[in-house]
């Protein structure tokens, strides 16, 4: 898979030559920062690919999202530590491939006078220009800038592949991105522990695996993403090797023992589940998959202690009732920095919020440095851009939901409901995962997944419906499934 997509990749010599030309110019300025070498090298080069192969753009982005670099030149005991262009506020390499790519994908955007917004997808942009607003007033615009930008990146690179993005043949190539991705972050968590043993996964006395590129937390979401895919694919009828495949993710996205992202996979796989077949069929899978779920999950509780340790911070002494359950729980500080937040929120205009951004410094007054997000994006939301901000997101993940139910519901088959089934579980997991972490600022490893397989939902079905659309001689080219 990887050999195909280098053969395919033709970004070209030109392309090349303009981008270690950028990476010479900057190394002799920044010649004592090589992480600024890097940074400017590959921002560049994804900039000069995206001004001239649109599509290859979005499937770099793919694959790039597997190898996130966050964590070069950072200060081990400070996460929230941003190496790069310090005088200027400070990022990191992902900070400055994000602008770079926001901005470029903008401007190609906007060149092309093709852009494509399914009706389902408005409301969300109505949300973003809200949040553009909301920076005008806020206290730390540079941080307001930074969120809404993760907010923008993967609606632009969904428009992108909605405006770009011709033939099935694409969205094949696209999705072997996507997984060759998620195979090199298996590779390198891989040569992590064989280097370092169990030892360099060890965070506050717990092994929480990671591929060491990127914290467990945006890891365990991004394994999630493909644990998704794949399980659609192979429960959708494709290839055992989907199933390996998923069972490969799902493994690693919970040995990072982030808890949101247990219940985000248990839901998913119940997502999935309901929506094949129909009738009884239906039912009796949804139920069976609860009950192997449920079975599951109940057993690995009572028998490791890990993970008694986890979800209580103490081992069991015997059964707990539900409420024993959730009195118990360890929400590992959550609660305090909630109603830190919330307490500061009412001092501003509850309709209208602190401005976007605002939650931050109060976070960096408050607590520690290892702590950098709310851990809550629907309290972040209320924080910064008021009741006004909090219902246009939920109104505009309401319109997303609507769309993908409408499009799997068109599907005669499951075949073609396939990215729509992948939609609606990613979309289920990203508001479940919102309640207690920080899916905006996991753009690069969780959100554009999801926007992305949404764009390629709405294009199965515009095609579907009308065989003849498109540009001439690219109309739904035959392609084997992912060979």
């Known amino acids: 898979m990887l050999r195909q997509i280098a053969d395919n990749s033709e970004v070209g010599v030109k392309h090349l030559a303009i981008m270690a030309a950028v990476g010479t110019s900057v190394s002799v300025l920044a010649i004592y920062q090589p992480i600024q070498v890097l940074a400017f090298t590959i921002a560049v080069g994804i900039g000069v690919v ?63 006078r093709r852009l494509h917004v399914p009706h389902g997808m408005v409301p969300f942009l109505v949300f973003l220009s809200s949040t553009a607003l909301a920076i005008s007033y806020s206290s730390a615009r540079l941080d ?32 072997k991105y996507w997984i060759a991705g998620a195979l090199l972050a298996t590779a390198s968590g891989i040569t992590l522990y064989i280097v370092h043993g169990a030892e360099a996964f060890v965070s506050g006395g717990d092994v929480r695996y990671s591929s060491g590129l990127t914290y467990y937390g945006q890891f365990s979401m ?56 129909t009738g009884l069929r239906r039912h009796l899978r949804v139920l069976g998959a609860a009950v192997v779920i449920g079975v599951f999950s109940l057993l690995i509780l009572w028998n490791v202690p890990q993970v008694q340790q986890r979800m209580f911070r103490s081992e ?14 360890d929400l590992s500080s959550r609660g305090i920095l909630w109603a830190t937040l919330y ?14 951004g605002s939650s931050l410094p109060v976070i960096r007054r408050d607590f520690p440095p290892g702590v950098a997000a709310p851990h809550n994006e629907y309290l972040r939301l209320l ?28 599907c005669a088959s499951l075949g073609e409901a396939t990215f729509s089934r992948v939609s609606l579980a990613l979309l289920s997991a990203y508001v479940i995962t919102a309640v207690t972490d920080n899916p905006f600022d996991y753009y690069l490893v969780f959100s554009q997944y999801i926007f992305f397989v949404i764009a390629v939902s709405v294009l199965v079905d515009k095609w579907r419906s009308n065989p003849t659309s498109g540009t001439p001689g690219l109309r739904m080219a035959e392609s084997k499934d992912l060979d």
């Open 383 to 410: 924080h910064d851009t008021g009741i006004a901000g909090c219902a246009l997101f939920v109104i505009s993940v309401a319109a997303l939901f609507e769309l993908v139910i409408s499009l799997v519901r068109r």
């Open 144 to 175: 307001g800038l930074r969120l809404f930008l993760k907010l923008a990146y993967p609606v632009l690179l969904a428009l992108l592949a909605l405006s770009f993005v011709k033939t099935k043949k694409e969205i094949d190539s696209a999705i």
């Open 343 to 356: 307490e500061d929120y009412l001092l501003h205009n509850h309709w209208l919020g602190g401005g976007l």
């Open 222 to 277: 991004y394994m999630l993403a493909a644990f998704v895919l794949c399980y659609t694919m192979w429960r959708t009828g494709k290839r055992a090797r989907y199933g390996i495949l998923s069972m490969i993710f799902g493994v690693q996205a919970a040995l990072s023992e982030t808890r949101i992202t247990w219940a985000a996979i248990a839901v998913a796989m119940l997502v999935v589940e309901a929506t094949s077949g």
């Open 50 to 112: 995206s001004l001239t192969r649109k599509t290859l753009a979005v499937k770099l982005m793919l694959l790039f999202g597997g190898i996130p670099l966050e964590q070069l030149g950072q200060d081990p005991n400070n996460p929230a530590d941003k190496p790069i262009l310090r005088s200027l506020g400070g990022t990191t390499v992902d900070g400055l491939i994000l602008v770079t790519v926001c901005l470029v994908f903008t401007i190609v955007l906007v060149r092309s």
């Open 316 to 329: 069991l002494e015997g059964p707990l009732s539900a409420a024993e359950g959730v009195e118990r729980l």
